[in-house]
């Protein structure tokens, strides 16, 4: 729960595929005979302004409530208003999420149970930049080491946005749309809508978000503009109300300008495939099974000059292209036991991920300029993962419970890459082509939960251990050079390993909901990437790490409510005694909203510290130090009303005070867009914005 403001009516436009239109076109027929009122909810007049965490460790949400800063354009964004999740920002979209202050594949995201992984070797294209969470029903984000059954490597946590599946008791249909204008030419549009009975369903998915380069709080222009489209369709049979088969296929593409890179993103095309079974009550000690197999594939291209003019005084003074994609199959079979006083999840994963590449030529010194798709692809990672995985719930006694699992994963992956180029151009060749490299990893935690007699909290402490084989940006990106002695970083960088301790409290009762966690953890072989020298370099270091997130949402009465987060997270890299790079600073949200019948208004303010703890020159893939932080805070309004059970209106006003500031974790400005060296990209000044959404 929150704090916030909402309001309603509906207009729908789009630019989806003509066929998925003309779906929708009948679906929104159909509504007008729809007589299931299990399918019709009424809107809460709010805008949510902090995510409280629902239970331990845990945080749920519904995507698709408005919220404030500005409804989110891709999951990095919509996560941002999480306590402990901050973003490493390149331009107006596609940031790439940090969970107290762990980055890349220790984050683990999922999009109903698959993953869909980026391809650019800079990750300009972040697995985030492919989702868009209001047409997802649901997201869950467990903190920390303290699950198993999701996927292997999951150190800082599990993301998970998921679609549920339609039940229709009669023939009928529902559906959700938005709109969303704003300043800088903001133009949101989305379309969700289904239409089924007792056998089955069909479900359409569909937007479109749109953005012009933003302001600062100067009125300086910073590079961000984006255009990006989605659509997707779901085909589900319900023979009865215990049995499930959905297939699911999508596609998606769009376009993005980074003021914090050297190229922009002109292609982002996304296809999926899925198929998921599941049969529930069973009746006997096993209780469920559930498979799922899925294909996602990336197909990126990056260049300098459809987006921007190329900068004549750059090493990429002429146009230079570069595309890459990335093919992932993946499967899970997952099954549940139960007795009476333990439920077991047990199952088993796999994936295969392939990475290709193929770049332009010319460009330079006054050479004809020639296409990237003139030339073969070029195969350099493919990469395997299959695990095994048990978790349990048992309920020692009425008021305590012991969660505790485990799961071994077997990781591999093999060099296809002959040769390296520096930025001459000149080739020499690969020490490790045609090598393949692999790992045993085993993970688990165990974890303590007690109700406290009489009051409504509940205690927990819980260990959890991680070992994570490094990812494709740790072994390939860019040709690394590895720790000393080792060929490159395919060759010598080694596995995490990640010990962590996390324990915390939570209350709630009908006015006050307040909650506290805390973590301190070990990382043997933290991936550390170093930019100081003459190319970049990836080594392994021993780190530690620690922190915490507290939250409250107190209702003074039945009109005036208010919440507060704090967040904060710190590291050392204990091989050198230096900070441990890219930790977000400490973070308070604190907001006030009064709500009377359908109609409310709010507040929010955002109080960031600075930071001056950094290394500078060392980093990840995307980011590195390289000054310390200013603190800021940031005052924003919004308000809503509630036109009916099923049209909400919500509008607001963010950086109220056109405050020029800037996040800590951030690249570094272009000089292709005027940047001086070194200077951070700010963040967009004030912003008015309003969002229209119906439902039924």
């Known amino acids: 729960m929150s704090v916030s403001f909402v309001s309603g009516a509906a207009s729908v436009r789009s630019r989806f595929p003509l ?21 019709v909810h009424e809107l809460p007049p709010s805008v949510i302004t902090a995510i409280q965490q629902s239970s331990p460790l845990t ?113 009928g249909a529902r559906l959700h749309a938005s709109v969303l204008a704003g300043s800088n030419g903001r133009f949101d549009q989305v379309l969700d809508g289904a239409v089924g009975g007792e056998q089955g369903y069909l ?23 984006w255009d990006k489209w989605n659509g997707d369709v779901a085909l589900g049979w319900t023979p009865d109300a215990d049995t499930l088969i959905e297939l699911s296929a999508g596609r998606g593409d769009g376009e993005a300008r980074y003021g914090g890179r050297g190229m922009d993103g002109t292609q982002f095309k996304r296809e999926s495939l899925g198929l998921r079974i599941e049969r529930s009550n069973l009746g006997g000690v096993l209780d469920k099974v559930e498979a799922k197999v899925y294909y996602n ?17 750059s090493m990429m003074a002429g146009p230079m292209a570069a595309q890459v994609d990335r093919r992932t199959l993946g499967a899970r ?16 994963d796999a994936q295969r991920s392939e990475h290709r ?72 060749p690969n020490p490790t082509a045609g ?7 085993p993970s688990g935690f165990v974890r303590y939960e007690h109700d406290l007699s009489g009051s409504p909290t509940t205690v927990y402490a819980g260990i959890g251990h991680v070992q994570r084989f490094p990812d494709y940006w740790e072994l390939f990106s860019a040709g690394l050079n590895g720790p000393t002695g080792a060929d490159n970083a395919f060759d010598g960088i080694k596995p995490e390993k990640t010990t962590q301790l996390d324990i915390g409290i939570q209350y709630q009762d009908d006015k006050l909901q307040a909650w506290a966690s805390a973590y301190a953890g070990q990382i043997r072989d933290y991936i550390l990437f170093d930019y100081r020298g003459m190319s970049t370099q990836a080594d392994n270091v021993d780190a530690r790490i620690m922190g915490g997130e507290l939250g409250v949402a107190y209702a003074f009465d039945s009109n005036w409510k208010a919440d507060a987060t704090l967040a904060y997270a710190w590291g050392k890299n204990s091989s050198d005694g230096e900070a441990l790079p890219q930790m977000p600073p400490l973070e308070a949200r604190l907001g006030l909203t009064y709500q009377r019948d359908d109609w409310s208004v709010g507040a929010l303010w955002r109080v960031v510290d600075g930071q001056g703890r950094i290394a500078e020159g060392r980093g990840n893939v995307v980011g590195q130090d390289f000054a310390d932080s200013a603190g800021f805070g940031v005052l924003s309004l919004n308000g809503a009303y509630r036109v009916s059970q099923q049209v909400k209106l919500s509008a607001g006003v963010d950086n109220l005070l056109d405050k020029n500031y800037t996040e800590h974790l951030n690249l570094a400005g272009d000089a292709g867009f005027g940047f001086p060296a070194e200077t951070r990209i700010d963040e967009p000044g004030r912003t008015f914005w309003a969002k229209v959404d119906f439902d039924f």
């Not at 007008?32 to 299990?38: F, G, N, T, V």
């Not at 594939?297 to 900068?311: E, G, K, Q, T, W």
Request: negative net charge.
């Open 357 to 428: 590449q193929r770049s332009s030529s010319g460009g330079m010194m006054g050479m004809p300029y020639v296409d990237a798709d003139r030339f073969p692809w070029d195969k350099d990672a493919l990469m395997h993962n299959y695990g095994v995985f048990a978790e349990a719930t048992w309920s020692l006694a009425e008021r305590d419970r012991l969660i505790s699992g485990a799961r071994l994963d077997r990781a591999s992956a093999k060099d296809y890459r002959q040769n390296f180029s520096n930025m001459m151009g000149m080739s020499t």
């Open 297 to 313: 594939y990336a197909d990126h291209i990056m260049d300098n000059f459809r987006l921007r003019v190329p900068d004549p005084t």
């Open 333 to 348: 079979l997952a099954a549940t036991w139960k007795w009476e006083d333990v439920e077991l999840i047990t199952g088993v």
């Open 59 to 171: 945080v749920v949400a519904d995507p698709k409530d408005a919220r404030q800063p500005v409804p989110a354009s891709d999951a990095a964004d919509y996560l941002k208003t999480i306590p402990g999740f901050s973003a490493i920002r390149s331009g107006g979209s596609n940031s790439d999420p940090v969970l107290r202050g762990l980055f890349g594949s220790r984050l683990l995201l999922l999009t109903d149970g698959g993953q869909m992984i980026g391809a650019c070797p800079g990750r300009m294209d972040a697995p985030s930049s492919y989702i868009s969470p209001e047409t997802f029903d649901l997201l869950t984000v467990t903190k920390g080491p303290q699950t198993v059954i999701w996927g292997p490597g999951a150190s800082a946590g599990v993301v998970r946005f998921e679609r549920e599946p339609e039940r229709f008791g009669e023939l």
């Open 203 to 225: 479900r359409v998915m569909g937007n479109r978000s749109h953005s012009d380069d933003y302001d600062n709080g100067d009125g300086d222009t910073i590079a961000s503009r």
């Open 19 to 39: 066929s998925a239109l003309a779906v929708a076109c009948g679906l929104c027929s159909m509504t007008a005979l729809q007589a299931a009122e299990e399918h």
């Open 435 to 441: 090598e393949t490299r692999a790992d045993t990893l």
